[in-house]
């Protein structure tokens, strides 16, 4: 009898349903899976190397390029670790501005894991309807900071300025103009908090939209129901946070368990699966979004109502304002040391994490007292999350592995750091 | 809730462990330094009983103490060698790899340091186990305890050299095919050691000594926080006045 042996295939790291540079090299017998062997660390920069021969402000806009589709989360963790190192805390105002745009970046991660995932999983119109709102929400990152990503908006002591009176509007063009441009720039009138008055109105309507072309689609369940089954036990033994532990059934979120910001005030649900598999951790994720679409509405009428300093009056820290700096000799000085030397950190060490989209985002940094930080140390969720991937997905199909990345939500910037 | 010696996760962890940790407790962040040798029991003591049921191992992460407290520029008392100061020594990102610092010793200089998570009391603790050996750091290690701890384990390996004895798969993971040194240690340089390009003649991928300069453009410094400390009253009055 002729001996069949198991074959040895290669994947990526140039694929399409890879999501980045992820490399897998895996052991087939037919067509179900044996082993998995990830390769990872082709995008990896050193972002931590880096970060340790620089003043602590210049590594803010490095966080953005972590995991770069859920920008503000990064730095949200690592100004939470210098904040806490230096003892100050940011005001009330900037703490509520950060809760709202933690939030519309969770809701601009999913709309890019649900266009992708179902992309993957051949569903091809979702992604085209995720990016209309997505579209929306990147203007107003960009509203902000100037920047329709990498946005280094978050510093330690408060946020970078504050919101804008005036929200940018599209300009007549051949192809808008007359009523179709009057519509375009219907939410566009008032302020950046108007618009996100008529953007978080309309969202859930649009949530429901997905789920339309989802929910209930019979191609989209064979493909999620019953693929990467993650046992609650089996879910805390491999480090899993967020998403992929919720979909476990274990309620554990730390924007509830352990509040930062503006998170205990805020009123919102935490959804769990049952079965934990892919289309639970699917159902997890769509319903995040349309709680994300409450806090936010919660956080806009709280600024509306509540205008103040959105960061800290400590020169030491924060720079002065231009107008300041222009008159007054020592604010000059201030922002001159400032921007030349830097901060120094009194000498300790501190874990801050957040409940980033894909999970627990977390900055263990080590201070010697310097202007630079000794160590840092960014625990990626999606690093964890894909050590899991042999385990997971022995014996099931081919085709399920590319459910079980989409699922992961992977990030190469993250996990490559 | 308000933590008496007795409920209190540093005041449990004394209570059971005894000398073999030593524990300090900072803006309510509990730390436990053991030996190497201590670390599977006490980690398996850790994760299974009901007190400490710490079932998540959230991260676990190199750290290189060499250079630690060194700065490049003298803010205690004014010296006579003026601007230069800052652009000489030796500090992270200032040589290359034939210039590197060599033969430096620093007792205890490596260590790992794990971040445990319980779900259960929703609770955090941080171990740092030091490494005795400088030339072959040792930690013994947690696969066997927390599975999940296996990619970060590599991960120490691969930028520190720490070794973990016990790792079922102990392979280099972030840094590239048949990588030399390890890169996060301070000793190594930030600007690394080759480059790597296409060469159209040869129709490969070849490596390069890196032809970039070293350039660090702000001097690491220390200054006495006493600073911050005025800055925060001063901060405090501002609001009063306003």
New interface residues.
Partial sequence: MQEIRNYTMNFGPQHPAAHGVLRLIMEMDGETIVRVDPH??LL?R?T???A????FNQSIGYMDRLDYVSMMCNEHAYVRAIE?L???EAPERAQYIRTMFDEITRILNHLMWIGSNALDLGAMAVILYAFREREELMDVYEAVSGARMHATYYRPGGVYRDLPDQMSKYRESPWHKGSDLKRINSWREGSMLDFLDAFTADFPSKVDEYEELLTTNRIWKQRTVGIGVVSPELA??????GAMLRGSG?E?DLRK??PYAKYAEMDFDIPVGVNGDCYDRYLVRVEEMRQSNRIIRQCVEWLRANPGPVM??????APPSRVEMKQDMEALIHHFKLF?????V??????C?VEAPKG?F?C?L?S?????P??V?L?APG??H???MD?IVRGHMLADVVAMIGTYDLVFGEV?? | MTDTPNTSLAGQLAARFGDTLAITTVRNETVAELAAADLLAVAAALRDEPAFRFGELIDLCGIDYLGYGQVEWDTETVTGTGFSRGVEGQAQGRFDWAGRPRGERRPRRFAAVIQLLSIEHNRRLRLRVFCEDDSLPLVPSLTAVWPGVNWFEREAFDLYGIIFDGHPDLRRILTDYGFVGHPFRKDFPLIGNVEVRYDPEQKRVIYEPVSIEPRVLVPRTIRDDADLMQAKAEAADHWREN
């Fill in positions: 990872v660390g990896h050193g931590e190397k880096l340790e021969s620089k003043p806490t230096l003892g100050i805390q033994q491999w480090g899993m946070t274990v554990w368990k352990q800290v009056k400590n020169f030491k820290v030349t030397e830097g901060y120094c009194p000498a300790g060490e501190t874990y994490a627990e977390g263990y080590v010697d007292g310097a202007n630079k000794f160590r140390h625990r690093f964890a894909l050590s899991s385990t490559d750091r």
